[in-house]
């Protein structure tokens, strides 16, 4: 089988290497394409391509098309809104993410974030400690847990709101479970983002939900951008002096939130994955989630079922 890795933003010399003893071991070619720069270039490799590796690359249904051998695309990482997964079932091509993969990368991150924005920026002046803080995750999959892991060892009290994870799984890890979003905000100093994008949640965290938190509050956001109802946080952020938001997804209102300063920042580029550990992780799991498919047709990781 010819299996492809397609990245835009290619994987660490040493994953390849470890993609490729993964692949080659099980009997199979691999084809890289790296640092392309144009749709075109995709659409010429993946022609005969039987499986696909990728990252935060774009597969949308031309691309599908053009892959007429194609039989499963596995995203190394956890989200996968950058593939049209509805298009791909139709086309009967199976799509898999690497859950958890890069989830202590991601929550090693927020904690990055939540200092810097405590000790405000450090500008020089005195600022605040994360300790006894209420902490709430919006959401308790793999980067919740990992986040809640990590500010145990801070001292901070910890919440969580997941509409699909029982309370008794969130109270089990030593975590309070609170029955509402509403709730979270309004319980609690920071709130720290897990959800992915969905039609339900794109642009759900908006100006009356944002508004609840406790004077002083802080919104973290690793997640997606498109969560956040980004002019409805600029009105909040103007309307409320004591509200801080730290991201490491660039708003496409960016200009607009700088204005803020002292209380907003964004890193250059998505940050959460930006781990040597978490680009190996992710990239040797996809490759074993494609031998094991091809081996025994194992598909427990699919996501477009």
């Known amino acids: 089988m010819k ?36 749709k075109a270039q995709l659409l010429e490799a993946v022609a005969d391509a039987d499986a696909m590796i990728v990252r935060s690359d774009k597969i949308t249904p031309d691309v599908f098309d053009a892959a007429k051998n194609l039989k499963i695309v ?21 799509v898999e993410n690497t859950p958890g993969q890069n989830a202590n990368a991601v929550a090693e991150l927020v904690f990055g974030l939540l200092v810097f924005a405590v000790r405000n920026f450090y500008n020089g002046k005195a600022g605040t400690e994360l300790m006894g803080k209420r902490l709430g995750l919006l959401a308790f999959g793999n980067v919740g847990r990992n986040v809640a892991r990590i500010a145990k060892g801070f001292g901070m009290d910890i919440y969580a709101y997941d509409a699909y994870c029982p309370a008794e799984v969130i109270e ?21 983002l ?11 965290i908006n100006y009356q939900v944002v508004n609840q938190l406790r004077k002083g509050g802080i919104l973290v956001n690793t ?3 498109e969560v956040i109802d980004e002019q409805g946080l600029i009105k909040l952020m103007t309307d409320r002096e004591d509200l801080k938001f730290v991201t490491d997804i ?22 959460g994955a930006q781990t ?30």
């Open 223 to 225: 997640a997606r951008k």
């Open 74 to 94: 596995v995203r190394a990482g956890a989200g996968y809104d950058s593939i049209d997964t509805a298009y791909a079932k139709e086309k009967g091509v199976i």
């Open 250 to 271: 660039k708003p496409d209102a960016d200009e607009e939130f700088v204005k803020f300063e002292g209380r907003y920042f964004s890193t250059p580029k998505k940050m």
């Open 194 to 204: 897990h959800i992915p994008a969905t039609p339900e949640t794109k642009q759900s």
């Open 3 to 38: 299996i492809l890795v397609a990245t835009e933003k290619p994987f660490a010399a040493v994953a390849v290497e470890g993609i490729r003893k993964e692949v080659e071991a099980a009997g199979h070619q691999l084809v890289m394409l790296e640092k392309y720069t144009d």
């Open 172 to 192: 089990k890890d030593g975590v309070h479970a609170v029955q509402s979003q509403d709730e979270l905000f309004q319980t609690c100093d920071i709130v720290s």
């Open 276 to 305: 040597a550990e978490a680009n190996i992780n992710a990239g040797i799991a996809a490759a074993k989630q494609i031998n094991a498919y091809f081996a025994d047709g194992c598909t427990r990781f699919q996501v477009n079922k």
